[in-house]
């Protein structure tokens, strides 16, 4: 029994120092090439520590990257934390809610209407208001009128007067960046709901911009 213990203990150390020792060699791996190229960072944000991840994401994001599988990288990063779940001793360690936010905002800075469904499963099923928010400002700059619904229902599902205040307005926002008569009567429902003075004022604002 002692002896299957000691396995149980060794295999779980090893297989906690393999983690360790793969994000090091990675990030070792990169701090040894003078000019890394984007598909360094792209071995990165897979591999690399939570905040290499993010280093990763925004040097992709400033070199204006935009190849097939940083878009991949893109949408890994979004889900971290949410599919791609780690835990130790039964809790969950890998709340990467801004690795996710930040993913988020690439994918808008790319603006392909190819990654709207993981966008849209995001806004849908993300725990965190902060990165549905940016979600959702992602949406907004991509701009395609199929995403009307989803963000009409984000609104609908949303608590006025909590926190998901914060999700509503960049509902509200990305609506009128969207532009399409679709997004009139969500807006309408907004100024003539229960919502804050500054909410309201964006919906009339984006109002303005839907084009007929």
Same mark, same amino acid.
Not at 126 to 138: I, K
Not at 191 to 208: E, H, T, V, W
């Given at each position: 029994m002692k002896k299957i213990s000691f396995l149980i203990v060794a295999a779980l150390f090893f297989g906690v120092f393999g983690v360790s020792f793969a994000q090091e060699s990675v990030e070792q791996y990169l701090m040894s090439l003078k000019e890394p190229k984007e598909a360094d960072y792209v071995r990165l944000l897979y591999e690399g520590s939570r905040e290499n991840k993010l280093l990763a994401i925004s040097k992709l994001i400033e070199a204006g990257a935009r190849s097939e599988e940083t878009k991949e990288a893109f949408v890994f990063g979004l889900q971290q934390g949410t599919i791609f779940v780690q835990r130790q001793a039964g809790k969950v360690v890998n709340d990467y809610w801004d690795v996710r936010a930040m993913s988020a905002k690439a994918l808008g800075? =790319? #603006?392909?209407?190819?990654?709207?469904?993981?966008?849209?499963?995001?806004?849908?099923?993300?725990?965190?208001?902060?990165?549905?928010?940016?979600?959702?400002?992602? =949406?907004g700059k991509i701009g395609e009128n199929q995403s009307i619904k989803e963000?009409? &229902?984000?609104?609908?599902?949303?608590r006025a007067g909590s926190t998901d205040d914060k999700l =509503?307005?960049?509902?509200?926002?990305?609506? #009128?960046?969207?532009?399409?008569?679709? #997004?009139?009567?969500?807006?309408?429902?907004? =100024?003539? #709901?229960?919502?804050? &003075?500054?909410?309201?004022?964006?919906? &009339?604002?984006?109002?303005?911009?839907?084009?007929?």
């Open positions: 800075e =790319i #603006g392909d209407p190819g990654i709207l469904e993981q966008l849209h499963q995001s806004l849908r099923y993300d725990p965190d208001v902060y990165v549905r928010s940016a979600v959702v400002a992602a =949406i963000l009409s &229902r984000a609104i609908e599902t949303s =509503i307005l960049a509902c509200v926002i990305a609506l #009128g960046e969207i532009g399409d008569k679709e #997004g009139f009567v969500p807006l309408l429902e907004v =100024i003539r #709901g229960k919502y804050n &003075r500054q909410i309201k004022m964006a919906a &009339r604002d984006s109002l303005k911009k839907i084009k007929w």
